[in-house]
């Protein structure tokens, strides 16, 4: 499965840059996370529970990230085993640039599955991949930029991340 998307981010590269290497925000983001660890070696482990058709798993596996080049670019890698329930195993090319009103965070997703959820079809695992990609990428978006603002249109609302580190908007 492959996804290529982008968003554009209402903050700094700055801002999110250190969100993207934030292990409690990608925690935060990461539909299912319960646990999100930096490790020694600059990656992550993480505990992630997903429900993929009748197939409900806990992975524990490891994230890496390369071909760094900060604000600007990283992979990210990961692998997880769930058991009983099989394997996933994907990567991400994350990109960020410089746009009026902020950052674009572009992205090339590309996801593996075998075992029990191989079984469950491509089709249906395909649009959990998707899903859970956007959704990880609006939960990003939002802890960045806050809330939609037609609930308060008369004064913009922070996301709690810059909340966090102090950013601020262009208003």
Do not use: H
């Amino acid at each position: 499965m492959e996804l290529i998307g982008s968003r554009i981010i209402s903050a700094s590269r700055e801002t999110v840059w250190e969100a993207l290497n934030d292990p409690e925000v990608l925690k935060a983001c990461i539909p299912g996370c319960s646990e999100m660890i930096r490790d020694e070696e600059g990656g992550f482990t993480a505990v992630v529970t997903q429900k993929v058709g009748p197939v409900k798993a806990t992975f524990k596996g490891a994230v890496t990230l390369t071909e760094i080049v900060p604000q600007v670019s990283y992979t990210i890698t990961g692998e997880g085993k769930g058991g009983a329930a099989g394997f996933a195993k994907g990567g991400a090319r994350v990109k960020l640039a410089d746009v009026e009103g902020g950052t674009e965070l572009s992205y090339e997703v590309e996801a593996r599955v075998g075992g029990k959820l191989a079984q469950i079809g491509s089709r249906l695992v395909d649009g959990f991949a998707k899903k859970m990609a956007d959704k990880f990428f609006e939960n990003f978006q939002t802890a960045l930029e806050g809330p939609d603002e037609s609930d308060e249109p008369e004064a913009k609302k922070k996301g709690w991340i810059k909340r966090l580190v102090g950013g601020s908007s262009d208003e």
